[in-house]
């Protein structure tokens, strides 16, 4: 009797979640344009929002320092105190560092990829070794003519419109982050039924934890990796563009794993064309990759933990599967968020665990029995 009415119960489960899944397909196919549009509007809110987000977990630390410190109680004034040392710093960033970062990648442009490119000519010209390889390769590949590019004015209308928008209100979303976020925090806790808000809270407190030691611990790091890159390419002879290449570097750092790798192109090719010059010759390159190696291996195993914590130590192939699901799903704003979404995702999982830890630990056998499957 039992058994019949747990195979009622979950047939009844299943057809449930069919009829979900039938009606979103059918909502997709019915208002695909609608919904299309409801996520760009969605993603061009979320953008200046997570930017707004990020950089007042960057700032958390002095408005902490002004009110338990400085003893300044009165919200408003904090937030202007910030707002005037974030102009002070970005004025001071744009005019240094901005603009000599800038008038490199500028040079950059102008007088290194050309050689890059006669580099690479030279060694896929005829009587090349790599000649063959190159013929082998393009056999296999078949470029087809260069269509007609045409402007689309509506597709301009809207980027231009994104970017505005985006300038416009990452200042005002931040100004009611920093101003409002302990009235927000208690009027989204209000909303929850009363024997669910200690869950919530605890929930909240967790992601907030996670969040803010991601978002620190990654400006942290990409600042040091900025630094350590700058000083590395310098003392190989990079010479100015050791400030552009460290630049990138850091910069790029924001994608764990894959980032890095992206930015140490450059200036890989640039050591191609610049052998005689550089310390270690034609090994150049090898020493660059090997610096960016050790760079990542002691960044992740010893930098991320320690600044980070532990609630954002998730494994790699998690991370890029992140970065690859959310960025397809927001575009840049799931790049910013990915780590943060999958972190607070990982803290309320284990919460949940730890609700129902007896439920749901393994027993000597069970753990026995993965174990001699694994090891075949």
Known sequence: MNENKSRI??????????????????????????LMLFMTAFVAILLPFSI???????????????????????????????????????VLFFRFAGSLIYHQAVAFIENDWPRVVAYFDEVFSEGSSFRSLYEWVTAYVTIGESEQITLDLMAIFQSLTTIILTIVLVPVFLFFILNDRARIYENLIGIIPKKYRDHAIELTT????????????????????????????????FRERSILFGFMLGFFDI?????????????????????????????????????????????NNVAQPLIMGRETKIHPLLILSAFVFFTYLFGIVGLILAIPITGTIKSSIEYFKELHHEKLKLNASQIKKIREETST
């Open 9 to 34: 119960r979950l047939l009844i489960n299943l057809a449930i979640v069919a009829a979900v899944l039938i009606n979103l397909l059918l909502v997709r196919e019915l208002f695909a344009n609608a």
């Open 206 to 237: 967790r992601a907030h934890k996670v969040i803010e030691n991601y978002f620190n611990g990654r400006f942290i790091t990409m600042f040091v990796m900025a630094i350590f890159f700058t000083i590395v390419l310098f003392i190989l002879g």
């Open 52 to 90: 707004a987000l990020f950089i007042s977990y960057l700032v958390a630390p002095v408005f902490k320092l002004l009110e338990r410190r400085v003893k300044l109680k009165n919200r408003l004034i904090n937030t202007g105190i910030v707002y005037a040392g974030i102009t002070v710093l970005l």
């Open 255 to 299: 994608v764990p794993y894959v980032g890095p790798f992206i930015a140490i192109i450059l200036p890989v090719l640039f050591s191609l064309t610049e052998q005689d010059t550089l310390l270690f010759g034609q090994y150049a390159p090898l020493v660059i990759l090997g610096a960016n190696i050790v760079g990542q291996i002691i960044q």
